[in-house]
């Protein structure tokens, strides 16, 4: 290879939350760490995922809470623009889609910033732009993800958006097809349909979801049927065109027409073609799957959505806490995925963590569960929702449960306590509940379990 050989003590490939991480507090503690990204410091999070949609998200809600004046305090009246959500979103969120700041926090740190795609061109050595960087302690992989397009007749010949055109859109359609009902679908066709904008989901699985329990799909599709959203699951989709003003989805021989399509039908770990032959793992791996300590091979670590441990920002940057950890000597705690938590931040917000009640079953355990609407709040807010525990009766602890309603994410924090710390149920049912809170609706559905 011509080019030049610069030495380093880490170089972390790919900046996602947990890259990001990873390279600033090695840094800080004294490490040469070379730190590589081909596109924007941060990853999909803060510029085309989490940070953008939930700012959407946000003013979805407030449209929400004014449309129901007219339920709970006589009249108001709404004009929703879409201005500005594209204006936070550019101005607040993204800096224009420029890292320019997150660029400047890592250098601060003492991290070298190398844009560029990186390759793993050896033992403990990276290759970016002619350059080998070769890596007195190791390699730290935190490539990410990108959007995935299913093989669906036409799909390549239609312009279709992903999750990076809808974080960036200046004014909305009168309607669209989303095609995949999982979060991004979700969270997605909900704030366009809050907006006015006509949607349709299109999921191939028989419910939106499909990875949560039951219930939360059931409540979710009522919320979207509510609002007007056309809900089509257990669907198989035959082909895209181009249709009248836009694109026609054909689903069991039924055109679905709409002016835009919106494709969040699942990623696509970006592992291909970055050597990870020359560390000794299969050149073609769709996931890398570590050890307690995030290791894959020799010298080489691996963080985030590549590890198949959950699709989460919270969890990259778990994650990057161990290798930084690992790479630093110190002892501990190392990765434990008993109590993973998500959040679907949809209206009714779904946050679940751990077992569901199917995988519970699956893993042979003796399993009890529970449910209960939102108890008194609910009523008196008007709000559905339902809390749903999965016990280990032979144990007498939670190995799993769901939150669904206004505060689904935030009630979930006491699930997620409960399984993360093994606390008896017994302890949990003994324990006072502030009336009326959300989080005060888990107390009966606990006594279920005793
Ligand atoms: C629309 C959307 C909404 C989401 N909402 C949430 C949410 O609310 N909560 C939540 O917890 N999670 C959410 N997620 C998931 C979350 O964004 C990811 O789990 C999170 O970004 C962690 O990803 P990561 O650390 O694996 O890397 P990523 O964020 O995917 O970043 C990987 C980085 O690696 C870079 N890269 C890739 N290959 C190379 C290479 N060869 N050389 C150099 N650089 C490379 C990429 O340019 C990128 O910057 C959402 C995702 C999407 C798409
Ligand atoms: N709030 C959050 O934490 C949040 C929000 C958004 C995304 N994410 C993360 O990002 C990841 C990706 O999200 P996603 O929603 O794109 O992917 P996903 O894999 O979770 O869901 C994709 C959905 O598309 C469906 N699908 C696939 N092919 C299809 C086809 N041909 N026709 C119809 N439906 C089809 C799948 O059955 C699935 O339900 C998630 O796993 C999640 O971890 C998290």
């Not at 080489?300 to 920002?313: M, P, Q, S, Y």
């Not at 940057?317 to 959040?343: C, E, F, K, N, T």
Request: glycine share 12%; proline share 5%; with cysteine.
């Amino acid at each position: 290879m011509t080019g030049t050989e610069q030495e380093c003590d880490v170089v972390v490939v790919g900046l996602g939350p947990g890259g990001e991480y990873a390279a600033t507090e090695l840094a800080k503690a004294g490490l040469e760490v070379v730190a590589v990204d081909e596109r924007l410091v941060g990853g999909e999070c803060p510029y085309f995922g989490c940070v953008p949609t939930k700012m959407m998200i946000a003013a979805a809600t407030a449209l929400r809470e004014a449309g129901r004046v007219s339920q709970l305090a006589g009249a108001a009246q709404v004009d929703p623009s879409w201005a500005p959500v594209a204006r936070r979103i550019r101005d607040e969120a993204t800096d224009d889609w420029d890292d320019a700041v997150a660029v400047k926090r890592l250098e601060d740190a003492g991290a070298r910033f190398v844009r560029g795609s990186g390759v793993i061109t050896g033992p403990q050595q990276v290759t970016v732009d002619g350059t080998a960087y070769a890596a007195r302690r190791g390699i730290v992989l935190n490539t990410g993800t990108r959007p995935s397009a299913p093989p669906i007749d036409g799909l390549a010949d239609v312009d279709y958006w992903t999750n990076r055109d809808v974080v960036r859109l200046t004014e909305l359609p009168e309607s669209i097809v989303v095609i995949g009902g999982g979060p991004i679908g979700c969270e997605m066709a909900q704030v366009l349909a809050q907006f006015g904008v006509r949607v349709a989901v299109v999921e191939v699985a028989d419910r939106l979801v499909a990875v949560e329990e039951p219930e939360s799909s059931e409540a979710l599709e009522k919320a979207f049927t509510d609002l007007g959203i056309e809900v089509v699951t257990g669907a198989s989709i035959d082909r895209v065109t181009r249709g009248g003003h836009g694109i026609a989805v054909h689903v069991d021989g039924r055109p679905l027409q709409a002016e835009r399509l919106l494709v969040a039908a699942g990623r696509r770990n970006n592992l291909s073609g970055i050597g990870l032959e020359h560390v000794g793992l299969e050149a073609e791996a769709r996931v890398l799957d570590p050890d307690e300590r995030m290791r894959v091979a020799d010298g080489v670590w691996a963080i985030g959505d590549i590890t198949g441990k959950g699709a989460f920002t919270h969890m990259s940057m778990y994650q990057a806490a161990i290798v930084v950890r690992d790479i630093l000597g110190q002892d501990g705690p190392w990765a434990d995925y008993r109590a993973v938590s998500r959040v679907t931040f949809t209206a009714p917000e779904i946050g679940s963590v751990g077992l569901t009640e199917k995988q519970a079953r699956d893993q042979g355990l003796e399993v009890r569960t529970a449910t209960g609407d939102l108890g008194s709040r609910g009523w008196i807010a008007s709000e559905p929702g339902l809390v749903k525990l999965v016990a280990d009766a032979a144990r007498g602890v939670l190995v799993g449960g769901t939150a669904v309603g206004p505060s689904g994410g935030e009630v979930l924090s006491l699930i997620t306590t409960a399984v993360h710390a093994e606390i008896p149920i017994a302890t949990l049912a003994a324990m006072h509940f502030a009336y009326p809170t959300y989080h005060r609706a888990l107390q009966p559905v606990l006594q279920q379990l005793l």
